[in-house]
């Protein structure tokens, strides 16, 4: 046994369940992730990897089913409660605010503020730039303009800024949605790295991907969805491509 399967889950999913009117997007999913583990969701498009974790991080209110952090149960009723808790979720659809800095994007919703002439309240903008100097620096990402808007970076300079900013939160937990779907071959494995790096600080990672290679580079563990159930899990160095693509079909 690994430590990681010693000690206690940071996350745990029991009997989940997410349903839209007749449609069971997710049925009875159960998992769990471990400080310093990485857990790589699987499945064929549409298979419910999406809405299990808008379930967990607060998007969607789950149909049945409990979510538990460090061993207690927890309900989000916004993303924003789940942050909090130290749940950073990286969506497919980004949820970066491409007009922006890296700084303010890091800050997002949660602006340091500070006082001119010692009462007026405006943006403390020295210090978002600091902060995107630093977070950046500590991922070992350099981007030459930190003040430019990031719609200006490249698909992997800007998952970086996201995780980034998933960092500088000290969130615990990161859930990362097809992180890699939309980068060059070099950006990718930035990413992955990242992913190492964060795995490395005793984060916990649920990591979600169509890329089979990037599964097997990154992850201890692999859960299966297909249609909307769990399918099968496996630790990474006791399966294989084949076995997880039967598992991802069925039959
Ligand atoms: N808001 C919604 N309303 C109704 N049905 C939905 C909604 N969101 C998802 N579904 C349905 O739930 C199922 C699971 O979708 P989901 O987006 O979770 O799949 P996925 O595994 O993330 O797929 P992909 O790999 O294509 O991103 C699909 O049948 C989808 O059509
Ligand atoms: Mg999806």
Redo the contacts with the bound molecule.
Sequence with gaps: MTNAEQTAPLLEVRNLSKH?GA?R?LSDFSMAVRPGEVVALA?D????????IKAISGVYQPTAGEILLRGQPVSFATPQEAREKGIETIY?DLALADNLSIGANIFLGREPMRRAFGFLPVLDRKRMAAAAKETMSRLDFHVSRLEAPVSNFSGGQRQAVAIGRAVYWDAQILIMDEPTAALGVPEQRKVISLIHQLKAQGRGVIFIS?NLQDIFAVSDRIVV?RR?VQAGERKIAETNHDEVVKLMVGG
């Design positions: 839209f449609v997007a499945g498009n549409g298979a419910g990897k999406t809405t299990l497919q169509h969805l909307g």
